[in-house]
């Protein structure tokens, strides 16, 4: 486009800056009296207002006229995140909001994709390999759906390096620390418009992100990285949550729910593992049950939650993860005294510390182990 368009002009190019508009959510559909044929469309007041809050935005001349410059950054700006296979393309890269939202999510995770221009360039292409390589995937440098799943599954954003670089640092700098430099994901079930089960005024939903949260940092401390399965407005299935547990080569994989029962008499804790019997065989896993055993023991001793025990399950969860995976139960939100326990920060806080000791007991040599309820985080230095 070579022509400028302003205010009172009409015509088709008129209706394409329209619709660039639209898309973007800055300009209401044209209807009613402006709307008496789509090639006589006019570049109205209305118009005006939004090419001119558009170019501020941009840090363009705000002067309401759309020329070239104008013209191409509405192009560019209607490109989502995941909306097009993004890779580096010598001679005519990929340019759009797209690409500034994966170079800043590269960068926030300590990859260095250069500027954040919005252009998809070589140091993009080498910061996105570096990304798979870590994440092990195959490092292709394109962001394809399985690349796009884990830039948009890993939530915890690592500064500072890095992930493998700070990870190497931990591990020397807590060389006795059985934990550092371990890659745990955590998964709190449901999300997005599944609530999962609701009563007493909680919403388990909620309630597990905020326990997952409350791990995480305790994880962090620790020297572990952790990664969630899940935001607050996404919902994995199970197969998609334990495809992300695998291609995050997680060493542990804890699944956190709460229970509901039509009486209010149910209450308590459990846990869950894979294992099963069938045609008198007994298939399971020994370190999850191991793993399930150390924290349902945790919890029962750590809060006041009846301790309802361990049980191995057959779950898709539990089968399609790779690694020792558990899946705990942290009480009935249809339980009074459950709920009002649950309700608190202070109880929220006990169930993560029982987690992660439980987690801290499964790496100790068994000479080394503490018993139930004793072990404690070691202070923390930063
Ligand atoms: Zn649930």
Known sequence: MQQLFRRGDRGPAVAEIRAKLERLGRLDPVGGENLTNQTD??????????????????????????????????????????????????????????????????????????????????????????????????SDGALGPGTLRALEQLRRTVTGGSPSARREEERLRRGHGALAGRIIVLDPGHGGSDGGV???????????????????????????????????????????????????????????????????????????????????????????ERLADLIGREVATRTDLVDGRVHPMTWELLRLTRMPAVR??????TSPSDAARLATPEFRDALAEAVVAGIQRLYLPEHLDVPTGQFRMPALSN
């Open 198 to 288: 609701a009563a007493n005024d909680l919403v388990e939903a909620e309630i597990v992100l905020d326990l997952a949260a409350r791990i995480e940092g305790r994880l962090g401390a620790l020297g572990v990285t952790t990664y969630l399965t899940r935001s607050a407005d996404t919902c994995p299935d199970d197969r998609e949550r334990a495809q992300f547990a695998n291609d995050m080569a997680a060493e542990i994989f804890v699944s956190l729910h709460l229970d509901a029962m039509a009486t209010e008499h149910a209450s308590g804790a459990a846990c869950f593992y894979y294992g099963a019997s069938r045609h008198g065989r007994h298939v399971r896993s020994a370190v999850g």
């Open 328 to 333: 705990l139960d942290a009480g009935y939100l």
């Open 41 to 138: 469309i006019l570049f109205d007041d209305v118009t005006d207002y939004a090419v001119r809050s558009f170019q501020q935005e941009r840090g363009l001349r705000v002067d309401g006229v759309v020329g070239p410059e104008t013209y191409r950054a509405l192009d560019e700006a209607h490109w989502r995140f995941g909306d097009r296979l993004l890779s580096y393309r010598p001679g005519h890269p990929f340019i759009g909001d797209d690409v500034t939202t994966l170079q800043q999510r590269l960068l926030d995770m300590g990859f260095d994709p250069g500027r954040c221009d919005g252009i998809f360039g070589r140091a993009t292409e080498a910061a996105l390999q570096e990304f798979q390589r870590n994440v092990g995937l195959r």
